[in-house]
């Protein structure tokens, strides 16, 4: 047996604005942009290498979606390419010491790029959060 977690519902106020953030800020690709009536839209994105979607979905007040993680092996050139495209990420941090989440964040990345120890984040302009997270990066 396999469960695979596929689609996340986002929901937005504004599907035309968030796929504009999300195809052309968070480099999100298009999958289906689907409107078979006046009221009904289907619109999903993945991010790169990813096996799970997001949905847009309209909500007049929508409920946040909270640290939704992507994960990435260079945290540093992500990070870059996010804040080139114009999207406001918050500064790289990681956990110190590793070993236990008792500790505190310093500044910049893990110094031994250590699994998930190094962290930055960003909001889409619902306010709808992700978190970046780097595993398995290999010094080139």
């Not at 298009?30 to 009221?39: S, T």
Request: with cysteine.
């Amino acid at each position: 047996m396999m469960l695979a977690l596929e689609v996340v519902q986002l929901p937005v106020t504004d599907i035309d604005r968030a796929l504009a953030f999300y195809t052309e800020q968070a480099g999100f690709i298009l999958d289906v942009d689907y409107r078979p009536a006046a009221e009904f839209r289907v619109v999903q994105l993945t991010p790169p290498g990813s096996a799970c979607s997001v949905q847009l979905v309209i909500a007049d007040s929508p409920g946040r979606v909270h640290n939704l993680y992507l994960v990435t092996t260079d945290l540093a050139d992500e990070w870059a390419k996010l804040i080139a495209r114009g999207v406001a990420v918050g500064a790289v941090r990681h956990k110190d010491p590793v070993e236990t989440w008792a500790g505190r964040w310093s500044t910049g990345l893990d110094p031994q790029r250590r699994d998930y120890a190094s962290f930055a984040d960003f909001a889409d302009l619902d306010g709808n959060t992700w978190t970046l997270q780097e595993r398995g990066h290999r010094a080139s």
